[in-house]
């Protein structure tokens, strides 16, 4: 009986210590409860005398039975920490309502307008939000009068329409006899995006994740803290003018395990311009499902905006949000059911805290019996697709060839924005809460887009036909690039980046990732073969397919998108007016390409996020620069020059006015915002 209850309690030790530490996983939550109860009742039972020649060491590690009263107490109070963390860990997300936080965050920003979260519980006075332009002396212009009421949450979301572009302003708020409030203590600003009209191209930074639990992995009295974002802000808003760099010649191998790193510091030249969350914001189920209520789901927000860690990036940053499972339940499907158990609660939450601060649906969509979360926006001539993965999805065993994950109409506004944007945008970035790729095992075979296949492909075939496609996704909790091999010489590449979690554990033995779809397509290439005679031909002089895009890692290795250069065969004319001119003999070649295949996989790290900075000022070579930060620290660079796109031309002239020009037109009643 000794061995036994000495196992017994080992188990439950390394059991608390993989929940806490490792993945706060159901099966460990019922396990851990269960043996230490068994644990107790084993070593009451134990008629054998204790030991007396237990190594103390041993003796403490596997809690042995011994003659010692002082290791005895040691032992009792290793074990009721532990099961005192655990149970702190469970429930404080019941306990800590977080009901009284007051805050404001930055939502979503265009060209012209911004949305401002406010919640101020239970301040029995009217309340306005007052804006004007960051500079000296600006006056202050009167904003909306925030709905505040228990029946919101004591939160409302107001949208400051008519601002400039490319311009910085700042908000505050007034109580009702126009005297400014404690919160905040000075005024918050954000900057409005450029407009997307304008001639010239853009340069910016964004940031993408998803997935984020306060305090995990577990640290006693840090029950508020969301380290993920320690990081971030760090990141981003450096207190030092400097931040940590990996050198351009290292790198992580492709297994994901890291190499030896050398860093230095290089100076922050490029704020962030937002925050994309791709969703798990809320673990409404993990790590205690506490029911199916809207306080349930309420509670669970106002924890995470009371986090001072999360603080730090709401009151700075504009953030657009989309949501997964977890802001729901686990693997959820809405099959276009709104009354589906338990989305009503969950989304009504989601839509006070996160969906009204994202970009109003198109009037277009009135029609529909619901509001959509799915939207669209652009920063300057770069495009956005934000899509609703679950309200939608077909259940798991409907008829794998009617599987829908976004339902008929957000399918139909999709494909009709890769249409439009195909000429009024250099890149287009579509967003996806889970994988795009079906390489993932496990249950990502049918929670991911590898369990519709049939919409996917319709999905693949538009984005082929589309230059500068990029898929950024989450859910995985780790971090991979993937490319969709173009199966044709007129079609075009589409890449995805999956990165998670921001702050969440990651599985570090266990891994799904396949490094290339068994699923394959044949292409005709070219194989370099000149003749004796002829000069080989510089590189300027082969007509590049409009798909293949010059990509360089962080190794500084240029990589192309296809594994070589695709000429198409001469036309009848073409050889009619060559046929004397000397050229080099090609030949062409049948090439077996994966349809999907791994670029780079990092696995490990329970804080990751992507920064993607774009730059379009260069309308013959814009670039794409992704750099993947794992624990606080870059670790991976990736650099695609994408295909030059000739955009529709504009007449815009918002930003090209002088701000003292701005003041004479508002001062004679005029909104110049609303011509452009």
């Keep these: 009986m000794t061995s036994i209850s000495s196992i017994l309690a080992t188990a439950f030790r390394v059991a608390s210590f993989l929940f806490l530490r ?30 007396g020649n237990v190594n103390p060491a041993a003796a403490v590690l596997f809690s042995l039975r011994t003659p010692s009263r002082i290791i005895r107490w040691t032992n009792i109070v290793i074990n009721s920490l532990i099961m005192l963390a655990f149970l702190d860990f469970c429930v404080s997300p019941y306990f800590d309502h977080a009901s009284d936080v007051v805050f404001s965050r930055i939502g979503a920003v265009s060209d012209k307008s911004a949305k401002i979260l406010v ?35 004591w939160a409302d979301t107001v949208t400051l329409s008519g601002l400039w572009p490319s311009t910085k302003y700042e908000y505050a708020l007034v109580g009702a006899n126009a005297s400014f409030l404690a919160y905040p203590g000075s005024p918050l600003a954000f900057r409005t995006f450029p407009d997307p009209h304008l001639p010239g191209g853009t340069h910016f930074r964004f940031v993408a994740s998803s997935c984020i639990l306060p305090n995990f992995p577990y640290i006693p009295l840090q029950r508020r803290r969301i380290k993920g974002f ?10 030092l003018p400097a931040i940590r760099a990996v050198n351009s010649t290292t790198d992580r191998n492709d297994a994901g395990t890291p190499n030896s790193e050398e860093t230095l510091d290089v100076p922050t030249t490029l704020s962030p311009s937002f925050l994309l969350f791709l969703g798990d914001f809320i673990y409404a189920d993990v790590p ?25 990036i709401y009151e700075r940053l504009p953030m657009f949000h989309t949501y997964d499972d977890h802001e729901i339940i686990n693997n959820f499907s809405g099959a276009g059911n709104d009354s589906t158990l338990p989305y009503p609660s969950a989304s009504d939450a989601f839509q006070i805290y996160n969906a009204n601060g994202n970009p109003s649906p198109p009037l277009s969509t009135k029609s529909l019996d619901h509001t959509p979360y799915y939207y669209d926006f652009h920063y300057g001539d770069v495009a956005f697709f934000v899509m609703d993965t679950r309200r939608y999805r077909s259940f798991p065993n409907d008829p794998s060839e009617e599987k829908t994950m976004l339902g008929e109409e957000q399918l139909t506004r999709l494909l009709d924005w890769l249409g439009k944007t195909n000429s009024t945008a250099t890149f287009k970035f579509i967003v996806s809460s889970v994988p795009f790729t079906s390489l993932w095992g496990h249950d990502a075979q049918y929670d991911s887009w590898a369990g519709f296949v049939n919409e996917k492909q319709t999905i693949l075939n538009a984005m082929y036909s589309v230059p500068n496609v990029f898929v950024i996704t989450g859910d995985r909790h780790e971090f991979a690039a993937i490319e969709f091999a173009a199966p044709t010489q007129s079609s075009f590449a589409v890449t995805e980046f999956s990165t998670s979690p921001l702050s969440m554990f990651y599985i570090p033995i266990y891994h799904t990732l396949n490094m290339q779809s068994a699923e394959t397509f044949t292409r005709k290439v070219v194989k370099e073969a000149p003749s004796v005679d002829a000069p080989i031909p510089a590189p300027e002089s082969l007509p590049i397919p409009s798909d293949e895009a010059t990509v360089v890692q962080s190794d500084g290795t240029p990589v192309s998108t296809k594994p070589s250069v695709q000429v198409p065969p001469p036309t009848s004319s073409e050889s009619a007016n060559e046929h004397n001119a000397e050229k080099p003999e090609i030949e062409f070649v049948i090439e077996e390409v994966p349809k999907e295949r791994v670029i780079k996989y990092i696995p490990e790290g329970n ?20 750099e993947v930060v794992i624990d606080g620290k870059p670790s991976y660079q990736y650099e695609v020059v994408g295909v030059p796109v000739r955009l529709q031309g504009s007449t815009a ?18 909104q110049p915002a609303k011509w452009f």
């Design 653 to 670: 002239l918002g930003a090209f006015v002088t701000t003292n020009m701005k003041d004479i037109l508002k001062k004679i009643g005029l």
């Design 119 to 153: 919640r101020y519980p239970n301040l029995n006075e009217t309340i306005q939000l007052i804006w004007r332009e960051s500079r000296p002396n600006a006056a202050w212009n009167k904003g909306e009068i925030l709905n505040l009421s228990q029946e919101n949450d």
């Design 607 to 626: 804080y990751k996020w992507a920064s993607i900075e774009v730059d379009t000022r260069n309308p013959e070579r814009p670039t794409l620069n992704l």
């Design 22 to 51: 490792v993945i706060p996983s159901p099966l460990l939550q019922s396990a851990i409860p269960a043996l230490l109860s068994l644990y107790l009742l084993s070593a009451n039972l134990s008629s054998k005398p204790a030991r």
């Design 230 to 239: 320690d990081l971030l802000a760090e990141y981003l808003f450096p207190s």
């Design 288 to 312: 205690i499902y506490f029911g199916n209520y809207k306080e349930s789901y309420r509670r669970l927000y106002r924890r995470n905006y009371q986090s001072s860690s999360f603080r730090k």
